[in-house]
C-alpha cells in the first residue's frame, strides 16, 4: 500500500486480489482545491509506476474536486484506456455523482454506487 500525502488530499493505493487478477483500489481523501491541484496533477502518474492499468477509484471520502480534479480523473482513465486496462469508478456522494454525470465518461468506465459493488462487479 502506498499514500501520496498533500495539503486537505491524499491519495491511498491498496492491491486487492479480484477473481485472481491484481487490482489497484486507489482511495481520493479529501478535497482537490486549487491551493493543492497543481501538486496533485504532477504526480498523479505515480500510480502507475508497478505497470497495474486494473484501477477502482474509490471516491466515497473525495469531499470535494475541482475542473483541475476532474481533468485528472480523465488523465487517469485515458492511460488505463491507452494500456489495455479496466477501470472501475465506487464510492460516489450525491455531488461526485452529478460530476461524473457532466464528464460524458467513455462507456467502458463502469460507476457502481459502492466500493464492494465495484469489487463484487469486477
Known amino acids: 500500500m502506498s499514500n501520496l500525502e498533500f495539503e486537505s488530499f491524499s491519495l491511498n493505493t491498496e492491491i486487492a ?5 491484481p487490482v ?7 478535497k482537490i482545491i ?3 491541484a497543481y501538486q496533485i496533477s504532477r504526480n498523479i502518474n505515480s500510480i502507475f509506476e508497478n505497470g497495474n492499468y ?3 477509484l474509490d471516491l466515497s471520502k473525495l469531499e470535494y474536486i475541482n475542473s483541475v480534479g476532474v481533468a485528472m480523473l ?5 492511460s488505463v484506456d491507452q ?4 477501470i472501475m469508478i465506487g464510492g460516489l456522494n450525491r455531488f461526485l455523482e452529478n460530476v461524473i454525470r ?3 465518461l467513455p462507456k467502458r468506465v463502469q460507476i457502481c454506487q459502492t466500493i464492494e459493488e465495484a469489487k463484487s462487479s469486477w
Open 17 to 21: 486480489d479480484i477473481k485472481g487478477m
Open 24 to 30: 489497484q483500489v486507489i482511495s481520493f481523501v479529501g
Open 34 to 36: 486549487n491551493e493543492n
Open 54 to 56: 486494473n484501477i477502482i
Open 74 to 78: 480523465l488523465t487517469i482513465i485515458k
Open 83 to 86: 494500456h489495455s486496462g479496466k
Open 102 to 104: 457532466l464528464m460524458e
